[in-house]
């Protein structure tokens, strides 16, 4: 199997790496369907980046090899960042009954009571939730359990969110919501944040710094998000895929 890795160091540009390069992924299921086909993607700078493409074409398959929940069949993956993967349903991944409690199962164990405090805290506010570490979880609108789930890979100090449809089971205002905060944390002064966003909601690729499409197992050239919306026709949409 093949980890995740640095790229090789190659001279100056090595001192501001990548944030995501995939060199030629090869992915199959065990039943010997192929998801991925010398899959290539680069990532070049922070940034809120979006693929789009239908359900089969590999995308969700994508985020979980990146993610390190499963391992590639054949190709690479370098990064220097820590990924974190935000589901498409929030209630997949908040597993505790308060915001609180669901953001410090994940904290590393050795901080101290003072700083796990002050990690949820942050995480809260950074998401649009200030003081509601005490909330239950089911008391959440969606849009504000996706926002929880997105606090979640901030408090563990994540660099690249991988966001898999986050929006599809939202309203229109959450959905905005949702764009929205990611786009912030993505354009931010300090500390920049990398997301890759894979999506069937043709609208949303207005918001981001690059898309491109996704097919069978491959995927193309990035474009500008606008331009890449005009070209395509509405993109079927069925079972989920893998």
Not at 28 to 31: E, L, R
Not at 33 to 42: E, F, I, P, V
Not at 44 to 50: A, F, H, I, Q, S
Not at 107 to 121: F, N
């Given at each position: ?26 992915f199959?299921?065990?039943?010997g ?10 990532i ?7 693929l789009?493409?239908?359900?089969g ?23 220097q ?19 609180a409690?669901?953001?410090q ?17 942050l ?6 939730l ?20 997105i ?10 969110l991988?966001l898999?449809e ?10 905005q919501e949702v ?20 999506t069937?909601?043709?609208e949303?690729?207005?918001?981001c ?23 395509l ?10």
């Open positions: 199997m093949i980890a995740s890795q640095p790229l090789p160091e190659e001279g100056p540009a090595s001192v501001f790496p990548p944030p995501l390069v995939l060199d030629s992924l090869d199959a299921w065990p039943g369907k192929t998801a991925l086909r010398g899959c290539g993607l680069r070049e700078r922070p940034g809120l980046w979006m789009v493409g239908s359900n074409s590999g995308k969700s398959t994508l985020l979980r090899l990146i993610a390190g929940l499963l391992q590639p069949c054949g190709g690479a993956i370098h990064t960042l820590k990924p974190a993967l935000v589901f498409q349903n929030p209630d997949h991944q908040l597993l505790l009954p308060s915001c409690s669901d953001l199962l994940g904290l590393p164990e050795q901080l101290s009571a003072a700083q796990r405090q002050a990690r949820v805290e995480a809260l506010e950074q998401v649009g200030a003081g509601m570490g005490a909330r239950p979880i089911h008391t959440l609108s969606g849009g504000q359990k996706q926002r929880l789930a606090a979640g890979a901030l408090a563990t100090d994540a660099e690249l991988l898999d986050p929006t599809a089971l939202l309203d229109p205002t959450s959905q764009i929205t905060l990611i786009r912030r944390l993505c354009s931010r002064s300090e500390a920049p944040l990398t997301a890759l966003w894979i069937h909601r043709l949303e690729l207005d918001h710094d690059g898309a491109a499409r996704m097919d069978a197992g491959r995927i193309g050239p990035w474009q500008n998000g606008a331009a890449l919306r005009v070209g026709a509405p993109l079927p949409t069925g079972r989920a895929e893998r």
